[in-house]
C-alpha cells in the first residue's frame, strides 16, 4: 500500500523557519523524483520544488527560490522541505508527490497545513 505523509506543519509568525518532512512507503523511493506542491485557498495547487531520485538536480518556484530547500534521504525513504524567511503568502496546504513520469506515475500525500502569520 503506498503512503506518503508529511507533517511538520503547523503556524508559524513571518521570517519564521518550518521543515516540512514526507515519510515514504509501499513503493520503491529511489525510482521516484519527488515534489512539494501547495493550494492555498481559492487557487490552484502549485508546483514548488522537485528533487530527482539521486538528490542530484533540484528545482524551485520562482516564488520560493533562495528561501526553501528541498532534500532527500534515500535510506529513511524521506523527503524534507526547509523553509526559510517565511512569508505570509507562503500560507497553503502543502503536499508531497512521488513521481515516475516515464510510466506516468503520480502519488500524493494527505497535506499538512502551513499558515504564516502574525
Known amino acids: 500500500q503506498v503512503q506518503l505523509v508529511e507533517s511538520g506543519g503547523g503556524l508559524v509568525q513571518p521570517g519564521g523557519s518550518l521543515r516540512l518532512s514526507c515519510a515514504a512507503s509501499?513503493?520503491?523511493?529511489?525510482?521516484?523524483?519527488m515534489s512539494w506542491y501547495r493550494q492555498a485557498p481559492g487557487k490552484a495547487r502549485e508546483l514548488v520544488a522537485t528533487?530527482?531520485?539521486?538528490?542530484?538536480?533540484?528545482n524551485y518556484a520562482n516564488s520560493v527560490k533562495g528561501r526553501f530547500t528541498i532534500s532527500r534521504d534515500n535510506s529513511k525513504n524521506t523527503v524534507y522541505l526547509q523553509m526559510n524567511s517565511l512569508k505570509p503568502e507562503d500560507t497553503a496546504v502543502y503536499y508531497c508527490?512521488?513521481?515516475?513520469?516515464?510510466?506516468?506515475?503520480?502519488?500524493w500525500g494527505q497535506g499538512t497545513q502551513v499558515t504564516v502569520s502574525s
Open positions: 508527490s512521488a513521481e515516475r513520469d516515464r510510466y506516468g506515475i503520480q502519488y
Open positions: 509501499g513503493f520503491t523511493f529511489t525510482y521516484f523524483a
Open positions: 528533487i530527482t531520485n539521486t538528490g542530484g538536480t533540484t
